[in-house]
């Protein structure tokens, strides 16, 4: 039997009314957002008597709340001890997800999820269903906690056995970094980010390897936890992302080492193990972290294009990571290589690619190249700064990576605003936060016969 419209609209198109998970994650994002900046607006959460500004306070809040890192304002100088506790609970909320997060509240005190937050979590955690949403979300924090335990251990008796930190002190420095690692957050307690420890293997590799752990993807991680010596029980999307997250970081480490050895603002001055070193822990960091144990700045424009593909491309999904995610990025390859060889359809691991996923693919593509291109160019119109460094900056802000060659806190307010704007849209993802903005869904009632252009 047809379907049949409801009174008053068209025969061609029905009206979808029903509240959107994606909806409620834009508004929950936004809402936590605001909130983390009028927390940092308090006297109390600034140093100095002149307090944060609107655009500082803004800026902050929703770069820590969408684990980006770029920051306007020194964030151990800057702001206090409170100001600090904010900015790490807004980093803890981003990563596990103002949804999960919300409903790990609702299942400590009611024990239960309702529909509603069952579907706004799992459209958060990108889950295909609602079954078993409460053991998922549940796993997300048990597993986010544990990882962020050991590496905060690790570098809490590293702060207080090699650097001499108090051990209240080495508490606070290795939790704050462990859980700005893992979330890919990118923010620190020193001045120049990881740069003091550019020749401290111990603190590079935990900060380095709870970033990857974090930008793998949280479907990822319980999957291997459960299956972990059983490869052909893995997805798809688990078998994209292992194969691709360490041939990403090797070819990053490649490029960047290889481009900066002999640089001497970078890695020019260091040992050969030392920049061998430092280039794997800024190519994990360029996916998608933010911190920084060389000067970005000083760094070569040649390895900053590298760099915005890698921020571009960004981690795993469902993850703490940003980018368009690497099994986006895989899509678009598979698909071009299908197209180059004439086959019929799209494989993948043995598997058929659906052509709903060819859309998404580029329809997440073409939404995230227009959006830095168009930010990038309305900031090249505000400020006198070339184009490599705003670019780097643009995708950077995007792909909520947080590196910076040190021109964020010089922008006009109004570029500031922009960044802001690319950060949160950056975390939701396109698709996500273009529909939370729409105002209602359509739903197309029929085919329109089929032509096709001239392509190429």
């Known amino acids: 039997m047809p379907r049949v419209p409801p009174l008053g609209l068209t025969p061609s198109r029905a009206v979808d009314r029903r509240p959107r998970p994606a ?32 655009v500082e306070a803004l800026f902050t809040a929703v770069s820590a709340l969408c684990v980006t890192g770029l920051i306007v304002v020194d964030t151990p100088v800057f702001w206090t001890t409170f100001g600090q506790v904010v900015i ?10 103002v949804m999960t997060f919300a409903s790990v509240i609702g299942i400590a005190v009611i024990r239960k999820l309702s529909l509603r937050s069952k579907l706004t979590a799992a459209a958060e955690v990108k889950s295909f269903g609602i079954e078993d949403v409460r053991t998922l979300v549940l796993s997300v924090v048990r597993i986010s906690l544990m990882i962020e335990a050991v590496a905060a251990v690790i570098l809490t008796l590293r702060f207080a056995l090699a650097y001499g930190e108090t051990w209240g002190d080495a508490v606070w420095l290795g939790v704050f970094h462990a859980v700005s690692s893992f979330n890919n957050a990118g923010f620190a307690l020193y001045s120049d980010s990881l740069m003091s420890f550019s020749d401290d293997p111990v603190i590079l590799l ?21 299956h972990l010596g059983t490869v052909r029980l893995w997805s798809m ?17 490649l490029y960047i080492t290889a481009l900066e050895w002999s640089n001497p603002e970078t890695l020019g001055g260091m040992p050969p193990h030392l920049r061998i070193l430092n280039g794997f822990a800024m190519s994990a960091q360029t996916r998608t972290a933010g911190f920084n144990t060389v000067d970005t700045g000083a760094m070569d424009p040649a390895t900053w294009v590298g760099m915005d593909l890698l921020m571009f491309i960004g981690g795993g999904p469902a993850g703490t990571a940003g980018g368009i995610k690497v099994t986006t990025f895989a899509v678009l390859f ?31 593509i073409v939404l995230a190249a227009g959006l830095i291109v168009a930010a990038t160019i309305v900031i090249m119109l505000l400020t006198d700064l070339s184009l490599d460094v705003i670019l780097f900056e643009v995708v950077s802000a995007f792909a909520t990576v947080g590196l910076s060659t040190g021109i964020t806190a010089d922008l006009p307010a109004s570029a500031q605003l922009i960044l802001i704007v690319l950060m949160f849209i950056g975390r939701l993802g396109p698709i996500t936060a273009a529909t939370g903005l729409a105002l209602r869904q359509r739903t197309l009632l029929y085919d329109l016969p089929k032509e096709r252009p001239i392509i190429g």
Request: proline letters at 3%; one cysteine or more; a positive charge.
């Open 88 to 97: 790490l609970v807004l980093i803890q909320i981003g990563g596990f997800g």
């Open 334 to 364: 598979f698909l071009m290589l299908g197209e180059l060889r004439g086959a019929g359809a799209v494989t993948v691991f043995g598997k058929r690619l659906s052509r709903a996923v060819h859309r998404q693919a580029i329809t997440v």
């Open 237 to 253: 999307n688990t078998r994209i992302v292992v194969a691709a997250t360490p041939l990403l970081l090797a070819l990053g480490t």
């Open 206 to 226: 935990t900060a380095s390897g709870a970033t990857v752990l974090g930008g793998v993807g949280f479907p990822v991680l319980m999957q291997l936890k459960k």
């Open 23 to 54: 909806r409620t994650v834009f508004l929950a994002f936004a809402a936590c957002g605001l909130l983390g900046t009028l927390l940092l607006l308090l006297p109390s959460a600034s140093t100095g008597a002149r307090g944060a500004t609107l």
